[in-house]
């Protein structure tokens, strides 16, 4: 509701406006505060929080046991590999340093890299004792992206 103020000669002076709170009982803006409180959270926390919680400060790789000092070194790790499957009970789930976390992504692109995109070499073999100093096809491929990058 507005409340105005007039002076001596009828002039509007100070005008101001009364929130009236919603049914929650809070004001509007206090609602939209909140609401940008909660977008400046980092996405996920609430997952992220949840797996500490079940599984503890604890990698599950390397079992290096952390502490509230470098917790911020422990990652989530989704294992079917879903990022929007969170189940409750954290099944999908495995707490993860970001060295072993790191390792994981890494030899899944690298699995996938000489899976997939070099399908027509699979059946040569990765290190042998012919050519490029008996390193083989990994040799070349590491030559090949090396004269890439120079580029």
């Avoid at 990698?59 to 499957?85: M, P, Q, S, W």
């Avoid at 390792?103 to 890299?113: D, P």
Wanted: net charge positive.
């Amino acid at each position: 509701m507005a409340r105005l103020t007039f002076s001596s000669d009828g002039r509007r002076v100070k005008g101001a406006v009364r929130k009236e709170p919603g049914a929650s009982g809070r004001s509007p803006d206090e609602v939209v505060r909140g609401m940008k409180e909660e977008a400046k959270k980092p996405p996920g926390e609430d997952y992220r929080e949840r797996s500490l919680r079940i599984h503890g400060l604890v990698c599950a790789h390397c079992g290096r046991v952390f502490d509230e000092a470098n917790r911020h070194l422990l990652t989530v790790h989704h294992r079917d590999g879903n990022h929007h499957n969170n189940p409750p009970d954290g099944s999908n789930w495995e707490n993860l340093c970001v060295y072993c976390h790191e390792n994981a992504h890494s030899r899944e692109v690298l699995g996938e890299y000489l899976g997939g995109a070099a399908g027509r070499d699979r059946d040569r073999p990765v290190v042998s004792g012919e050519g490029n100093g008996g390193f083989g096809l990994l040799a070349e491929k590491l030559q090949k992206a090396m004269k890439d990058k120079r580029k």
